[in-house]
């Protein structure tokens, strides 16, 4: 088995090929190290469901709803247009999907999704265009989550970036750290892996803020050499 470095190509990494890493080349991320190094512009949280008759018209909410009307794919041109109904406690709303004809294998009489999407509303009532929709448990562990949000190129998308990270996690072992062990125990600093691996992973706001504080004292350090 040939030993893990740094600066092998991103190809190495499962689900890169050619392609997207010409796409990851454009963001001036070559290796696995500049992937690693490639940290995120922000964090997306994931509000806790609510009522849609207690939300702002123009928010992104989020609310469980059970699907009361499948729709059929309607064509129009090159758009295929899917509508449905969903009940949200006592509240009926329309979800259209747009070029997602397969959506209605999943959306079944009775069953029941988090959506999560930009609430509007006309003359017919409330609805909801190309919502993201999660079973509830999976949507539970996301409220409780921060989700990275990272700089991005044409033909790579945020989703691509946080699976090649994820399935360049393990390499993280191998970053080496340059601040001795005495100054990141005086100052209370990660060591770098720790910091690699929640900036891209934090438990919470605290978690990503101690990361950001080491990076930003190395970045000190740097500068002053």
Do not use: W
């Not at 490639?38 to 849609?52: A, C, G, L, M």
């Not at 909801?128 to 949507?139: A, C, F, I, R």
């Amino acid at each position: 088995r040939n030993i893990m470095k740094l600066d092998d190509s991103i190809i190495s990494i499962k689900g890169i090929g050619e392609k997207s890493a010409s796409s990851f080349s454009k963001l001036g991320i070559n290796t696995i190290k500049d992937l690693l190094f490639h940290f995120p512009r922000r964090y997306d949280t994931y509000p806790e469901p609510t009522n849609i008759d207690e939300s702002y018209i123009g928010d992104n909410i989020a609310f469980l709803g059970k699907v009361i009307k499948e729709g059929k794919p309607i064509k129009i041109r090159n758009l295929t247009i899917l509508n449905i109904s969903v009940k949200s406690s006592d509240t009926i709303c329309k979800i259209t999907f747009f070029n997602m004809p397969y959506i209605r294998n999943v959306l079944k009489m009775n069953s029941e999704f988090v959506f999560y999407g930009r609430l509007q509303k006309n003359n017919a009532g409330f609805f909801v265009e190309q919502p993201k929709l999660y079973k509830t448990e999976e949507y539970q562990i996301l409220t409780k989550s921060l989700q990275p949000v990272y700089p991005t190129s044409e033909g790579l998308t945020n989703n691509a970036i946080t699976k090649a990270i994820r399935n360049a996690t393990p390499y993280i072992e191998l970053i080496k750290d340059f601040i001795p062990d005495e100054i990141l125990t005086d100052n209370d600093f990660m060591n770098l892996k720790d910091t690699v691996y929640h900036m891209h992973h934090p438990v919470d706001m605290i978690d990503f803020e101690r990361a950001r504080k080491r990076l930003a004292f190395q970045e000190f350090l740097c500068f002053l050499l």
